[in-house]
């Protein structure tokens, strides 16, 4: 009978290279070690032939740098999805497309598992499973890190570089940094070690070898610089006039954002499994697109539309923070989302300037601003009759003056 | 028979001072003179006379600074206000607070109306007579500006000034500015002229000489400066550890801000009456303190409270922007914000740097982090058991499986 | 040079008969009558000859029935909307098409101006008005009754008659009731009158006279009937399994409905202009709909997307009370509620009893339901484990017992 | 050393009698048996040596009916929850009453666990859980049906009725129902057995043994009877004109549905733990005193106070169903649902009539609808101008205008 197959999350690093391993003992079966190239920009080279010497029986090495600007980081980003008032989510739009390209390569290949090395503490563990719940139900999903089994193999990294060196798994002998991180297209997140005490401050100098996409306020540049950001229908097509895909746009405003040195958040969050948590991110380019955006909508989209969508963005965003991507109701939500980008087109203008994304102008074929109407001035299109306004006050003052009288009589 | 009397919110300006006198005239009234310091800074000596001389009857010059920052910024920042995502509320939370004064006088003075001096287009209108409705439904509120006759008598600033002239009212000579703006403990705001054109860049350089409570992050000091902030319940009570009342706070943070260039917005709003209009607004202080309130909720709020908190942010923006502070819908809104504050309390320290406001780090004797809890190292506490993650997952999951295994033996 | 054209709304009563006349004379302008047969079940014989014996100079008389229940009434029960927890909207949700079509006849005819009998304290001026505005910025709405001359000119029904026989206008010598009613496909309304006294009891038997689609609970027959809707997507196809189109549906519910005194409401409402009035409504057929809907989804949709729904209900139901049908907030929320509606299919049977309707069984070929894992019995599917709610309850209770325990350890 | 404490919510029944047994042995501790009286009328005589013959050390039987109706029940329907639609959350709302004072037994008696006997698939072990977890961090909870050595030794009935009568535990052998139940004074609820079939009919009259608290409507009385509630800030003081406390009212209005058949649900529902389940409802008296509670706010509540409340509806109930009840969130929902109770005080009159409850006036001191203002007749208070109404139909349509404008151009 042939071995079952199950395809692996796989990194290279060490946590994963041991699972490989430890899978293919602990089932007895073929592993397929799949990566993801989502823009993290870590060495995929050789990474072939380390999964096959770690005992991966295939490999896959996926571009799926474009499918996440356009499938994912865009349509988030039209929601103005904001974790917490400060989370521009980047590691969390990240896991349900590695996840569904996971369950496509189990599918392709026959495989009835998949597994990841996300932890029993984190989110992506449940962002993983909750992706491959709503597109495979039939596909086991194997998670060592909350294996009571595996956590006793392997209570310490000592446990595992020795596991490694037994096994003939070639692991870096990097030095290990006092905290984590995970990088993509989006940003790069750091939490744990010395950061997860709150009154450590990550913005001091002596921290500056922490960042990777940004430089700080402090070592920007001393000159601004503007940029022009063209948007059809709630998306960025074009930066300083010039058509690009999705991809590009995210890294053209990543270069300049890590530049000028803007999108760095430090906060306390809350996960979805309970805790809170510390985390620090850059989201260079993330953060001139969403302020970007907000001002195109500013100019073109209906005040109630906005206003019902703002209602709804701490809705959404706690969806995509704790995994519900491909859920019904983010399916739902995502619906009413595009419907309110239909008219969100034009061109926005930001000056950059050591942290500060300043608005500089903002104009649009299909503005709803009318200077006309709103001119203190004579107003010539005669659009708008102040006395009007008399009779609006009145209708809306109607129940506050009923309610008060009522109030009044009864004290009185 | 004695005269009516009718309470004016009156400035001084041209404006004002001509509605003192039309007022007077139109309907053969004492006009009572009412200012109300709301910490506009601008000159408040010889306001007396000069309402006096214009033909006020009476002159009520109040200083309502303390109340103005105690009972209505501090409550709306409880809330995180922020309307359309990006105005901080500044001129909308001063209305109600003046308009509820100067009913106090109308019933002291036994005054049958009140008057204001604006104009139709605008949303300050609706926030005076709002609160005049809720608070006192048997008063008239007059609003010269809606009124055909006054428009027909005053259509630009030439027939005013020769009005002025005529009956002896003092007036200033002074050049009008390519702009109009509103000021007080919390904000400046600038609005109409040359900010007409949303593709203005209120930014540049050359542009500078129209800010007035901060200077620009170009001009702001090359060295950072760090700042903290004591909560108690939600409302900042310290500085740098020195106890502070509101109206103090306020004034402290609008001076580290305003040097430190924080708080400039540019934005294209939506007007409760129906248009878009183009607002810029400084708001050094204010920007200082969301920004703390924020992160000291981030460590001590439970996370539903605030994912509930945050869904109704939009609506409780919304009311205040209205006009509608003195509405039952916003008191019961208050109420949940209100209890949503009980553990806010704790210390944020930030770091000021060139229009940046950043986190430096947070603490609090009641914080909800527990690193313990969060950590990736082993735990001390055992409060988290990484197998409880799996039934959690599952659970979490059930749903979706069942929706997924519906669609797939459908299309099957 | 050629007269202007209005389009007027119709009905061949006292009101707008007068109103024709008037606006031909007030206008010197060319009278196009409209009336929309929207299932009112009104005599429309012979109102084409009475409209140009008043004086217009065209007649339209359009069967709207079946776009009625197709594109207004089913995309309304896809949301669930019930306003104020009570009102099926079945005015309304009329107002918005009639205004629709009137705008086309207006462009067809080249007509500069609508023009309808809504008196200016009811919902109904707004419904037309905003739609209007929506669909033909560019026409200009003439509501009669919001004329001071014209209210001037017919201060009471006296006057009307008076005008009527002055000019030669054929009218109906009915005699008044002691309320007002509007009819359509979807319900009948009653107001004023009598029915102004909200202590009025118009359940009591005395009243049964006014009642028009319904028999009285008591009055319906002592033997239960059984029902069948079948359902696609969120609407109801077929009737006791027989295809039907939604206007067939609709008629073929009201008259189960009526026969078993189902559907009859006695509310006080709030008016979107400011007061609150009274209403008596008759909605037999949509009362059943609206029941067999929600049971329709309690075994079909997803949990999430139901609770997503149901709090957006409050919201969908007023927008349609107040008559922004056709304002963009209406259409991206029905995206979202449309979407919701996929897999809403299936057979939903119900028993009409006497004023109830009363669930008797729900079945579904696309079923989230699954009896194997609800079940308290041996899961013969092992799709839920048990032990899987030990982690589910644990990580839920994790904030909850960290906060208990901060605020313990500051109590103690 | 003395012998761990655990107090057992404890019924009598077959379940509960053996889990007390089973706990003593296995954890080799003294069971404190509690058994709650919230109204579920079931035979507590005898309980006390029956708790003590099985091995229970002490034995508390609580009277909490008078708080369970003030504490929870009351607060509860001053929101207007109803769980999807349909469920008045009879069983959810008693659960966090008991597990409270479970705890408060627990403190008391120095107990360190608790445990009950609810099933690892329902909601009740979650609503007891997080109960505890919010109250008593530090207090085990003890699950049986979660523990597989407990379900291993338990597979089934016959194993349970075999382990007691090994024990001399004293069961009675009572003949199993086909469907499970629970009591109490707010309702009766049914599942499971031959309700697991969505398309089985409960109303069927061969089905009548089923319900307990209510008579079907077609049993129902053939003669109306009318009752009248008085409410003061949301809450319902006396009932036909006699003060009654909350417990007294209850149990009157209970009295009243049952005999008139009203307050049956049936529906497809869903758990907090992931499935869809099917239960039957009988809440005679909470549905008469939830619609009576509407009526009321009708007259007497602001129009918006309603809209905001009637928004959180959705959220609230769920938060009861889950078994958030002592979350920080329902708290902080309550506040706002508390303020918007402050006006909602007169009288409802309601018609009784085999299953409707039917509105048949209401009244108010402080009646917030004025029928002079609502009129169409003329409005001897002049509170109401319709001219007022251009002004405001104008403003709420210049946004459409506008974007409609912007269309056609666009199109044009």
Not at 119 to 137: H, I, S, W
Not at 146 to 166: H, L, N
Not at 317 to 326: K, P, S
Request: hydrophobic letters at 40%; a negative charge.
């Amino acid at each position: 009978m042939a071995k079952p197959k199950i395809v692996l999350a796989y990194s290279g690093g060490l946590d994963t290279s041991v699972i490989l391993k430890w899978l293919k003992e602990t089932y007895d079966a073929e592993i397929i070690a799949f990566t993801a190239d989502i823009g993290q920009k870590e060495e995929l080279d050789g990474l072939e032939e380390k999964a096959l010497a770690t005992g991966a029986s295939k490999v896959y090495i996926d571009d799926l740098r474009e499918e996440f600007a356009k499938d994912f980081i865009y349509p988030m980003f039209q929601s103005g999805a904001l974790y917490e008032g400060q989370y521009l989510l980047g590691t969390s739009i990240a896991r349900p497309l590695i996840a569904k390209r996971m369950v496509d390569i189990a599918r392709a290949e026959g495989a009835t598992a998949i597994a990841h090395g996300a932890t029993g503490k984190g989110n992506d563990q449940v962002r993983f499973e909750l992706t491959a719940a709503a597109l495979a139900p039939d596909i086991e999903v194997i998670a060592p890190w909350r294996s009571e089994a595996f956590r006793a193999e392997f209570p310490g990294r000592a446990e595992m570089i020795a596991y490694a060196e037994k096994h003939g798994i070639p692991v870096q002998a990097s030095a290990s940094k006092p905290y984590s991180m995970d990088r993509n297209l989006l940003h790069i997140s750091f939490e744990s070690g010395m950061l997860e005490d709150p009154w450590f401050d990550p913005s001091a100098e002596e921290n500056e070898g922490m960042y990777m996409l940004s430089v700080s306020p402090e070592r920007a540049p001393d000159r601004a610089e503007y940029v022009e950001l063209t948007f059809e229908q709630g998306d960025c097509v074009a930066v300083n006039g010039e058509t690009l895909s999705p991809l590009a746009v995210m890294e053209k405003l990543n270069e300049l954002g890590g530049k000028h040195g803007i999108g760095r958040v430090d906060m306390v969050e809350n996960r979805f499994v309970g805790m809170k948590s510390r985390g620090v991110y850059e989201t260079p380019g993330g953060t001139i697109l969403f302020a970007a955006h907000r001002k195109m909508e500013s100019l073109t989209m209906d005040r109630d539309v906005m206003h019902l969508r703002d209602s709804l963005i701490a809705k959404y965003a706690t969806l995509v923070y704790n995994g519900f991507w491909f859920a019904p109701e983010r399916l739902a939500l995502q619906a009413l989302v595009s419907e309110s980008q239909k008219n969100v087109s034009g061109v926005v203008r930001l000056k950059l300037y050591k942290g500060n994304v300043i608005g500089a102008g903002v104009k649009s074929p299909v503005s709803l601003y009318n200077p006309d109407i709103a001119t203190m001035e004579a107003d010539p299109s005669q659009a708008y009759d102040q006395g009007d306004a008399t009779g609006f006050i009145r209708l809306n003052a109607l129940r506050l003056k009923v309610s008060s009288g009522v109030e009044q009589s009864r004290k009185g």
